[in-house]
């Protein structure tokens, strides 16, 4: 079964640092651009970050660049975020994502998503 | 900077037809932004619908189509069922390797 399964969220002061991780099963992540997608409460879903199959391609939405960053680790076919200098209006739900590519566009496997509170 | 605009809610009968609408707040919406859309419900992960304006996503059925009307992409529902109660989501590529998504419609069904 193809599937995605995010880890690593919780509660955080503002000003620290949480790394995410997404692990995929049931086929390579290598074969495919990645993505962060993030739901703030009673809010709606933004798209975070995108990485290349390879790693060599990396984009950010503009209001967490040189905050978060994303990568990758093939070998342990797993997706990471390492968010930094977090703030309030990082609480969000983080979800990963799968891109397909090519003849059509879209994330075609999701996963249930992980939370992350910035609180003091 | 230019978003993505979508209607905030809809609503519509059960067995009726709706379309739910994608745009840009500057420009025009072209299978160049290879528009997709996704449904959310609460606690869930989003269910992808439709990817590159009309390519159904497995599993979801004919009832929904995909489209570009005029200079936004649709999402049409037919025959609206109670469980198509949702949040929809479009997402547009925007260029220079980055993606938007709309702020969402809120579907009624009623």
């Not at chain 1, 397909?100 to 992980?114: C, E, K, N, R, S």
């Amino acid at each position: 079964e193809v599937q995605l399964v995010e880890s690593g969220g919780g509660l955080v002061q503002p000003g620290g640092s949480l790394r995410l991780s997404c692990a995929a099963s049931g086929f390579s992540i290598s074969n495919y651009w990645m993505t962060w997608v993030r739901q703030a409460p009673g809010k709606g879903l933004e798209w975070v970050a995108n990485i290349k199959g390879d790693g060599s391609q990396k984009y950010y939405v503009e209001s967490v660049k040189g905050q978060f960053t994303i990568s990758r680790d093939n070998a342990k076919n797993s997706l990471f975020l390492q968010m930094n200098s977090l703030r309030a209006e990082d609480t969000a739900v983080y979800h990963c994502a799968r891109w397909i590519t090519g003849a059509t566009y879209g994330l075609d496997v999701w996963g249930q998503g992980t939370s992350v509170t910035v609180s003091s | 900077q230019t978003v993505v605009t979508q209607e905030p809610s809809f609503s519509v009968s059960p067995g009726g037809t709706v379309t739910l609408n994608c745009g840009l707040s500057s420009g025009s919406v072209s299978s160049g932004n290879y528009p997709s859309w996704y449904q959310k419900t609460p606690g869930r992960a989003p269910r992808p619908l439709m990817f590159s304006t009309n390519t159904r996503s497995s599993g979801v059925p004919d009832r929904f189509y995909g489209s570009i009307l005029g200079n936004k992409a649709a999402l049409t529902i037919t025959g609206a069922q109670a469980d198509d109660e949702a949040d929809y989501y479009c997402v547009l590529f925007m260029g220079g390797g980055t993606w938007m998504f709309g702020g969402g419609t809120k579907l009624t069904v009623l």
